[in-house]
């Protein structure tokens, strides 16, 4: 039966992610547009960014934190760019975005001692392989997988090489353990439901002393420079922006840290994200057409949930008429206003992908599962 009652907010897509509960341009009225972002207000503002996001990290003191140009994509790329070279490096690839920090690496850097520790979609790799003597990739969250790390156990807290660690759909909805992380990137569009363009650069002391002791043998563009003749550009660390911010957006990521302290901080925002995916578990206990795209719950992604679909007839048809089988459905949720780009990654198996991280109502949730039951007979229906 076609359900009667709709998500409040239909958004569930896995960048950009929805907005905060209560989210509206209203909150935006403040920014300090017009203005330079290097007046003393506009940094305030930059520095308290900073500040609430530290606190609701739970940043050790002596990890600096900035703001960068072009998302987390451009804040994984300046570290890369910047600090890489010195020693071998080990990558983990588990989905698409890994992947492509390979690419980078391997064709781009040109970097020739790699090793590459690769897994299929809804796993990880053998993480007793890594070798911490070598610089370490990873995402902390595989957003097109839904298969996270479990914890930073696996990480040597004795290490030489430096961990560079992509948490932009992890960071704010999952626990980073800080002392086996010395790199960590994210962006605003992700758990925060913040506008793109902007991420966000976390280092530790010992990737501050890579940045003060090594220099790279390639040219480093001025957008990656985070170092003035041989130091640190501490600036950089204090909210003076490499290049020009937008204050909207400012604006518009410091309501979404305002609302989260609001709610109780980081372990809020954690919990709720958690409860979310608690939701769709229990929906999938009793569901006969699909399930986990990741089978063991202690890698499952709260955030990027991915699912699989397991009824006979669609695991039957080729690979391109399961995507259209998806497509479909999507087609169908947003026509009718029920649920808007929930189908999985591109590269990923077909199937769907539901965002759950903390800016989601679980409520939301509760009405969506019964669409996609709805949805999926309607399209097997059609093509049966
Ligand atoms: C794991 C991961 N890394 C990198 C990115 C790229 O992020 P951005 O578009 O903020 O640069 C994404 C975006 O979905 C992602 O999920």
Request: aromatic letters at 10%; glycine letters at 8%.
């Amino acid at each position: 039966m076609k359900p009667s009652v709709y998500p409040a907010n239909p958004n569930f897509s896995s960048g950009p992610c929805p907005k905060r509960p209560g989210w509206s341009p209203a909150v935006l009225t403040g920014a300090l547009v017009g203005r330079s972002h290097r007046s003393g207000v506009a940094k305030q503002r930059i520095q308290e960014v900073l500040e609430v996001s530290r606190e609701l990290l739970n940043l050790p003191n002596d990890y600096r934190i900035a703001i960068t140009p072009a998302s987390d994509t451009g804040a994984f790329e300046m570290a890369m760019w910047s600090m890489l070279g010195r020693c071998g490096v080990d990558i983990l690839v588990w989905e698409s975005f890994g992947a492509g920090w390979k690419a980078d690496v391997v064709n781009q850097l040109m970097l020739h001692d790699v090793r590459v520790l690769d897994a299929d979609y809804g796993f990880l790799p053998d993480l007793t392989q890594v070798n911490f003597s070598r610089d370490v990739i990873f995402t902390w969250n595989g957003t097109t997988s839904g298969a996270c790390l479990p914890d930073g156990k696996w990480i040597a807290p004795d290490r030489s090489g430096l961990t560079f660690c992509d948490a932009t759909s992890a960071a704010f909805a999952m626990p980073l353990p800080w002392d086996r992380l010395d790199v960590v990137t994210y962006s605003w569009q992700k758990v925060l439901g913040g506008e793109g363009q902007h991420g966000v650069l976390i280092l530790s002391p010992r990737a501050a002393e890579r940045l003060e002791t090594y220099s790279p043998t390639w040219p480093l563009p001025k957008l990656f420079r985070m170092t003035k003749s041989g130091k640190l550009a501490e600036g950089f660390f204090s909210g003076e922006t490499i290049n020009t911010p937008s204050m909207l957006c400012v604006e518009d990521v410091l309501d979404a840290l305002r609302w989260a302290e609001s709610i109780g901080g980081g372990d809020a925002l954690i919990a709720r994200s958690k409860s979310n995916l608690a939701v769709i578990s229990s929906w999938l206990n009793d569901c006969f057409w699909a399930s986990f795209l990741v089978e063991d719950p202690a890698i499952r992604s709260s955030t990027s949930v991915c699912l699989k679909i397991v009824d006979p007839w669609f695991m039957a048809l080729t690979s391109d008429k399961q995507r259209t089988v998806t497509k479909s459905m999507c087609v169908l949720l947003e026509s009718e206003g029920a649920a808007y780009d929930i189908n999985g990654y591109r590269d990923a198996p077909p199937g769907l992908r539901i965002w759950a991280g903390p800016t989601v109502e679980s409520a939301d949730l509760d009405a969506l599962l019964p669409w996609l039951d709805w949805a999926f007979d309607e399209i097997k229906a059609r093509h049966i």
